[in-house]
């Protein structure tokens, strides 16, 4: 099937619908006539046109780009038509924001890298990104994903600016090294479908700062220099603040904000009386969650340290729980360090959404303390206990570790807002809270799935299978975890493939 007769064929599936062959100003009025099915359908069949269309955009793009090169100056393609730069000949042409023609540009420039497009049309620039036996940078597997249709052009960009360029390792031979960012590359292809953009993008970061922990260091460090506060006053006299964290900074604010605010914004359930009181107050109160926020950093400053936590945030101790795997431990085997003596390795939030270098997690553990979870070769938890109807505060710990939020698909809520779902039914007399038979879900999935008839099904230590209700024709869906600790247990397949190994 060529390129064009996609598109036809994606025409044809939205022609079956009569209702939408109207003129323009009555479209929503033969939108609303479709029956909920078919606008399903509909919707299917326009994002697949969208697809096409998108593929089509980034590889004019490229094409643009590859011929508007400072070389060409005034001679080229951009620039004959009276624009600056491809990016901001894309821009107008499309009327998209400025961030997104960037996004189109650099998307089509990747396709075109490698590929001899100075004078070629779309269809060779296409032909060149998919081939099968074509040797390219080591993000190659994105452009063939996305002239599939496997990957959207957000997910290839939020892929290339997560991952990064491969460093040069003194002493590593090059090739090596893009052997492990083509490898992470198609593994976050093929997680690709079942995350949001946002997932995608941190899921990147997180691997991109295991395989090369000595730029996660340097990465750090520029984000902690880069922190800033300052205020200003506009015209009508109002005062303004602009903060810039730095990333630790950011993951412990996240965590007051949690705290203080997460019944309004679908926390867990299963709560003690005085948080269930605490938590229906706060539903009751008439401000807004940006002036309740306002309020508590405001409250916060004011009680400095001396008040006690809850008196400020409420029952949740704020704080920034971070997640590494010990290499080895403090029996005999030294944890590795740099020159600098800063250790070599990296931690996460409990989301996964941050990562923190070996100096950070350093200092960490000699300001509080840390907790051992025990997993095995695959991740699961081990040495936790069982035979009680709700989740250890331990065993929540180690759900958050292991599954890193919500497992539902496309969901975003971070541990502090999930619940522990008992995939078997639990009973009294008889029941087991054993955590390889809990996942956690947040509040909204988990009213979704018993209230829907979905089911989650787990053969042993295997994948967590969301299973749809009966009489719907949904395959089942293999739940996978948000958790950046799942990039430990499944690497890249090469020896030595953290690169200060």
């Known amino acids: 099937m060529t390129f064009l007769g996609d598109l036809r064929d994606g025409v044809d599936r939205l022609a079956q619908f009569a209702e939408l062959d109207c003129e323009v100003a009555a479209l929503m009025s033969g939108a609303g006539a479709l029956s909920d099915d078919s606008v399903r359908e509909a919707f299917d069949a326009v994002a697949g046109l969208s697809r096409q269309v998108q593929k089509l955009e980034v590889v004019l793009a490229g094409v643009i780009a590859r011929r508007s090169t400072r070389a060409a100056g005034h001679a080229g393609l951009a620039q004959t038509g009276g624009f600056r730069t491809p990016v901001q000949m894309v821009q107008e042409i499309t009327g998209v924001p400025r961030g997104e023609a960037i996004r189109v540009v650099k998307v089509g420039e990747a396709l075109a890298e490698g590929a001899d497009v100075g004078g070629a049309g779309p269809a060779e620039l296409v032909e060149a990104a998919v081939a099968a036996d074509a040797v390219g940078p080591w993000h190659q597997p994105l452009s063939a994903a996305l002239m599939s249709g496997a990957i959207t052009r957000a997910q290839v960009d939020v892929i290339r600016r997560g991952l990064g360029e491969p460093p040069t390792i003194e002493g590593r031979d090059d090739s090596d090294v893009i052997d492990v960012w083509r490898i992470a590359a198609q593994q976050l292809i093929d997680e690709a479908p079942g995350c949001t953009v946002e997932d995608l993008g941190a899921s990147a970061r997180a691997v991109r700062d295991a395989i090369d922990p000595v730029g996660a ?13 300052r205020m200003r006053v506009d015209a009508d006299g109002r005062t303004h603040g602009h903060i810039v964290f730095d990333d630790l900074g950011a993951a412990w604010w996240q965590s007051v904000m949690d705290a203080a605010l997460r019944p309004r914004r679908g926390g867990p359930r299963f709560v003690s009386e005085d948080e269930l009181k605490a938590a229906a107050s706060l539903a009751d109160d008439p401000r807004t969650n940006e002036q309740l926020a306002y309020d508590l950093m405001l409250d916060m400053f004011r009680a400095g340290t001396t008040a006690e936590a809850k008196d400020v945030f409420g029952t949740r101790q704020a704080g920034v729980r971070m997640i590494t795997i010990r290499d080895r431990d403090e029996s005999g085997t030294p944890l590795r360090r740099d020159a600098f003596g800063r250790l070599l390795a990296v931690a996460h939030s409990e989301d996964g959404a941050l990562t923190f270098p070996g100096s950070v997690l350093d200092r960490t553990l000699c300001e509080t303390g840390f907790i051992d979870v025990t997993l095995d070769a695959c991740g699961n938890p081990l040495d936790v206990g069982r035979e009680h109807r709700l989740f250890t505060p331990p065993q929540r710990i180690a759900l958050a570790a292991r599954d890193g939020g919500c497992m539902w698909p496309g969901c975003d809520r971070p541990p502090a807002y999930c619940e522990a779902h008992h995939i078997d039914e639990w009973v009294a007399d008889e029941g087991r809270t054993d955590i390889d038979r809990g996942i956690l879900l947040c509040t909204y999935h988990h009213v979704h799935l018993h209230f829907a008839g979905f089911r989650i099904v787990r053969d042993g230590l295997g994948a967590f299978i969301l299973v749809p209700p009966p009489g719907e024709s949904a395959a089942p869906v293999e739940l996978r975890s948000k958790s950046p600790l799942r990039w430990l247990f499944d690497p890249p397949p090469r020896v030595g493939w953290r690169l200060a190994a």
Request: hydrophobic share 45%; glycine share 0%.
């Open 217 to 229: 260091e340097a990465r750090w460090a520029e984000h902690y220099a880069a922190r800033s506060f």
